[in-house]
């Protein structure tokens, strides 16, 4: 079946600095990628929409310039947290919807824990 | 703006016990709904998706039914056994907004042995 993954699983960092967070679809194209936060003991919210070849998409009361979306390429999207701080730390998944159908797999998770 | 619902946040059963997980919706409006279950510090996988246009959908011991009009969906799980605890969602996507999923904030399900 069709296959989500995200690099790294898990990282620490100390505040300021910036983080990168991958996500690949292994054995299918995906134009579209989304990208959820979830924090402890609640649900996923989404923060964006990921699109290749095109601006990404956020959601109300995210900050774009804080989280950079690059949809670099029809299998590979990737999230950085820039200058992360302590209540940036979370839970972030990815998913990309199926080829066909209304399918929607999800990668692995990255935890992310700001010091 | 739709908003997803589920009750009870957490549930603890013995093994063996049928049990029913809740999910509600304040728009009847939708596409279609997903039951996932997510483990602890892991992913989502993809349980039962049912299209609006149907009443309920079975995947082994999992059922899941489909009210639409009265914005309700529930999560049947037939003969639990441990392995079943795990977080299980629902989710719909927003009308016109292909491939977004709005989640419920989750039932805990732990199934003692």
């Known amino acids: 079946g069709a296959v989500v993954s995200q690099h790294p699983s898990w990282v620490i960092c100390k505040s300021g600095t910036s983080v990168k967070i991958e996500c690949r679809s292994l054995d299918f194209q995906a134009t579209t990628m989304f990208w959820y936060r979830q924090f402890p003991k609640q649900s996923l919210m989404l923060m964006a929409t990921s699109n290749e070849g095109s601006k990404a998409t956020y959601e109300q009361g995210v900050e774009k310039d804080k989280f950079l979306i690059n949809h670099a390429s029809l299998t590979l999207s990737t999230l950085t947290v820039t200058s992360a701080h302590p209540e940036d730390s979370s839970f972030y998944i990815c998913?990309?919807?199926?080829?066909?159908?209304?399918?929607?797999?999800f990668g692995p998770g990255t935890r992310l824990l700001v010091l | 703006k739709q908003e997803v619902t589920q009750i009870p946040a957490a549930l603890s059963v013995p093994e063996g016990e049928n049990l029913v997980l809740n999910c509600s919706f304040t728009d009847s409006a939708i596409y279609n709904l997903q039951w996932f279950r997510q483990d602890p510090g892991k992913g989502l996988t993809s349980l039962l998706l049912i299209q609006s246009s149907q009443r309920e959908q079975t995947s082994g011991r999992l059922n899941a039914s489909l009210d639409k009009s009265s914005g309700r969906s529930t999560l049947y799980i037939a003969a639990s056994q441990p392995g079943d605890s795990a977080t299980y969602l629902c989710?719909?996507?927003?009308?016109?907004?292909?491939?977004?999923?709005?989640f419920g904030q989750g039932t805990e399900l732990s199934v003692k042995p």
């Open positions: 989710a719909v996507p927003p009308w016109n907004q292909g491939g977004k999923l709005i």
């Open positions: 998913s990309a919807p199926a080829t066909f159908g209304e399918t929607q797999y």
